[in-house]
Structure formats: structure tokens, C-alpha cells
């Protein structure tokens, strides 16, 4: 993979409000276009992702079986009758105190899929994972690597949120892990950032902490995607001296993803 140009590197570092030192005479820094590819080695061009449906289009939208392969018509039918199986889920007892499922949001053909824990607050009310302050976090970790946010999916452990946040319990992980196991099989993406401890290991079916976790080569189990585990953007906003460690968690990502390429 090509290596990235001190330019590059400092445009990701301030992306990610890491402190560096330069020269005086050293230029300042451009942010860097999230939609560039990082020294032509890192493919972004992605088909536009699928509009969301709500229940009712969902359920009434046809598919152009004229203008689509069967194959590319029965994997759009697939991924609408999931969004439509999570917005009526009543698996768990999630259900009867949340505003609004989360399926999850991007590109349903995206190389890169996040995965984190549960919705919170804000998330219950739009039915979108990641927006407010964590979000923005999250945004900015992908512009330090050059990825757009609707280039990617993403997506949480639990698809609706916990009453006042509290952590997701292990029958209500068990009761999602199907949503979400079906979502990686119609994704198939090429790389998983699982962000934060229970994202982590309810992926990779372990009980450690994450700081014993990340920084590891790992796999999703049963298959051979690799997993690279980070803290949580929330835990960022917390604890700004971990984004050096995420720093390093993306460059894992962005090499993976070059390898591929």
C-alpha cells in the first residue's frame, strides 16, 4: 500500500483533534476531502446508497424486476424485508420503551461496516444511529482516513435503545444478534470496526475488556473478516487522550481496506 505523505498524515491527525508539532515554516494543513482517495490506493467510489423506506413503503414498494438481475432484485427484496422485520421487531422488552427502532444507515454495498453497542437518546428520536455529538465524532474518525460517512454502513448491537442508556443486557443482544448477523451476510463488507466493549465482544463472542481487545488482529468468527476494535466516540468526547490509540486503530482500518483494494 502506498505510504501516506506528511500532508496526509497531518490533515487525518487534525481531523482527529490530535495536537501535533511542526516547523514554523511548514504550511498549514488543508483539511483533507473526505471523498479523496488517500494516494489513489483506496477505492471510495461506492454506488449511491438505497434510500430509507419507512413501514409502509417498505411493506408496498415493488421491485423493477425488468431493470435488475434476479439476483440484484432478491437481495434489494432481502435487505427491505429486514428494515421492515427490525421496525416491528417485539422480540425483547426493548420494544415497549422505544421511539423508534434504528436499522441503521449508508451504503448497503459499503466495504466498511461499524458496528456499535445501542441507540441512544437522540438516536431513539430519528431512528439514526450515531447523530448528535457522538456522531460528529464518529464523522471526523472516518474523514481522518479518508472515508465518507454514507460510503460506509453503519449500524449497533441493539437496534433499539435501553432505558437511560443504561448497557445492553445479554438476552437483548441475543434477541438483535440475527438482525445483525443478516445485515453483515447482505453487506459482506471487507472490513468491521467494531466500536466500544460490547460491539466487541458480542462480535467476536468474548468476554475481555477492550483495551484487551483492540490493537488484536481479529476475525469475524465462522468466517474471515477481519474485525479491528476501537473505544467508542462517546468515550472520545470523554476521554480525549484515547484518540491517540484510536489513531492507530484507523490506520489498521485504512490498510485493510488498501490491501483489499
Known amino acids: 500500500m502506498q505510504k501516506l505523505t506528511e500532508s496526509q498524515r497531518l490533515a487525518y491527525l487534525s481531523a482527529m483533534d490530535i495536537d501535533v508539532f511542526v516547523p514554523r515554516d511548514v504550511a498549514a494543513v488543508a483539511p483533507l476531502d473526505a471523498t479523496t482517495p488517500l494516494g489513489g490506493s483506496l477505492k471510495l467510489s461506492v454506488p449511491a446508497p438505497e434510500q430509507r423506506h419507512d413501514d409502509e413503503a417498505v411493506s ?31 422480540q425483547c422488552r426493548l420494544h415497549e420503551t422505544r421511539t423508534r427502532p434504528v436499522f441503521g444507515s449508508g451504503s448497503r454495498f459499503a466495504r466498511l461496516l461499524i458496528i456499535g453497542e445501542a441507540p441512544g437518546a437522540e438516536e431513539d428520536k430519528q431512528g439514526e444511529p450515531f447523530v448528535g455529538p457522538a456522531g460528529q465524532m464518529l464523522t471526523s474518525m472516518l474523514s481522518a482516513i479518508g472515508l465518507a460517512r454514507d460510503a460506509v454502513f453503519i449500524a449497533n448491537v441493539l437496534k433499539c435503545r435501553p432505558p437511560q442508556n443504561r448497557d445492553p443486557r445479554g438476552d437483548e443482544m441475543a434477541s438483535c444478534r440475527g438482525y445483525l448477523t ?46 479491528v476494535v476501537t473505544y467508542h466516540p462517546a468515550y472520545l468526547l470523554r ?23
Open 239 to 261: 476521554t480525549p487522550a484515547a484518540k491517540a490509540k484510536t489513531w492507530q486503530d484507523l490506520k489498521r482500518v485504512h490498510a485493510l481496506l488498501g490491501a483489499q483494494s
Open 182 to 227: 443478516a445485515q453483515i451476510a447482505e453487506i459482506q463488507p471487507e472490513v468491521i470496526l467494531a466500536v466500544g466493549r460490547f460491539s466487541a465482544q458480542q462480535l467476536l463472542d468474548l468476554d475481555q475488556p477492550l483495551g484487551k481487545l483492540r490493537g488484536k488482529a481479529h476475525t469475524l468468527p465462522g468466517d474471515d473478516i477481519p474485525v
Open 60 to 90: 408496498s414498494a415493488p421491485i423493477a424486476a425488468e431493470t435488475a438481475t434476479p439476483s440484484v432484485a432478491d437481495a434489494a427484496r432481502r435487505w427491505a424485508l429486514l428494515q421492515h422485520d427490525v421496525q416491528r421487531c417485539t
